[in-house]
């Protein structure tokens, strides 16, 4: 895949009802290795808690394990909320992972609590944040990765000098005006909120100043995507994140469930214009509908890079999945031959 468009995975780490979280582990190592043999740019591992259904709130733990078990492939989070978690912390738990895995590691960022409002102040012991303080905890956390400075107190270490590779992640137009502001790469989460992708790309680009990370700008969006042989196939499979979400609105467990014929009679009307709302950027269906909506999202956007969300109840489904994904973007050489990272290797430069 490297002369036509860049792919890469975010991976939520979801469950089964009654299924083990080792369980639940194991099959995202496996689609990692899988991935990586296709030549998937990087895997991504999101940060949520408190939810029934992902196993994926202790992130630094799963990329080191993911990174362990795979060679080549760029692991990362996608990523860390930055307002849970000490800078400090991050850029140990970082710098440590760059250790082992030295030129493999993304420190994806974002703002949000990535749960419930309880569940966010049993993280953040304060009341007072709100996420407005990120672009402050931003510049501390990039201060323990960057060479150190004379007279600097505390450093991280390890994880000072290390220049882990950041990229800002967002729903809004927030991080899409910072990402763009610092110079740093730019993902869109266009899987949950898709009415504002079009805006921030924009307003990120229009943002955007060269930096010592990024000579231009460099966008990645993420998307839910099933392929399957056929359209009708795909969207059968496409009913377990259809119930995903709409037992995420009901406040219920979010485990994975059997693909249904019909969605029909599973929801009401206010919960089906919810979910498809939410769902509206996806890209469902065979080969041939699968490139055609990748062409479309990348010639709106100007994404040069996009991350697959794929999340269906058999394993094998979404193994499969990513290889008609990978097919695509082989074929797909006229959307991805302009688009290069223009990011400067902070490891070489060591």
């Known amino acids: 895949m490297s002369d036509g468009l860049k792919v890469s995975v975010l991976d939520l780490v979801g ?9 639940a582990i194991a099959r995202s190592v496996e689609l990692a290795q899988h991935v990586e043999r296709l030549g998937y740019t990087r895997y991504w591992l999101a940060e949520h808690h408190s939810i029934e259904g992902l196993a994926c709130s202790a992130t630094p733990v799963l990329i080191g394990h993911v990174a362990g078990a795979t060679k080549t492939i760029r692991v990362g989070s996608g990523g860390v909320m930055l307002p849970n978690h ?8 970082f710098g440590t992972l760059d250790a082992l895995y030295p030129g493999r590691i993304d420190l994806g960022l ?6 419930d409002f ?7 012991r304060d009341s007072k944040q709100t996420g407005d303080e990120f672009p402050e905890l931003l510049q501390e956390l990039r201060s323990y ?18 220049n882990v590779p950041i990229t800002l992640l967002g729903s809004s137009g927030f991080s899409a005006k910072l990402a763009g502001i610092l110079g740093l790469p730019f993902a869109f989460a266009a899987h949950f909120a898709p009415e504002y992708l079009l805006a921030a790309a924009s307003l990120y680009r229009e943002s955007f100043r060269p930096s010592s990370a990024l ?19 795909a969207r059968r499979l496409f009913t377990t994140p259809q119930q995903r979400f709409l037992r995420l609105i009901r406040n219920e467990p979010v485990e994975l469930l059997p693909p249904v014929d019909s969605m029909d009679g599973l ?8 979910v498809e709302s939410r769902l509206s950027s996806a890209i469902v269906g065979s080969n041939a509908t ?11 956007t100007e994404a040069d890079e996009v991350i697959v969300v794929t999340d269906t109840y058999e394993h094998t489904d979404r193994l499969q999945s990513y290889e008609r994904v990978a097919e695509v973007a082989e074929v797909a050489k006229e959307v991805g031959n302009s688009m290069s990272m223009g990011v400067v290797d902070s490891h070489r430069a060591r």
């Open 145 to 162: 990765l960057a060479p150190a400075k004379p007279g600097q107190a505390v450093k991280a270490i390890p994880g000072q000098g290390s």
């Open 267 to 274: 929801w009401q009307e206010f919960e089906r214009a919810a």
């Open 110 to 115: 974002g703002r949000a609590p990535g749960s």
């Open 15 to 23: 469950m089964r009802a009654g299924e083990s979280t080792g369980s």
């Open 118 to 124: 309880q569940t966010m102040r049993a993280l953040r």
């Open 86 to 93: 000490a800078p400090l912390v991050v850029a140990e738990q």
């Open 290 to 300: 699968v490139k055609a909506g990748l062409e479309r999202l990348v010639s709106e």
């Open 215 to 233: 000579r231009k700008p460099y966008m990645m969006v993420a998307v839910q995507v099933i392929a399957a042989q056929t359209d009708a196939a």
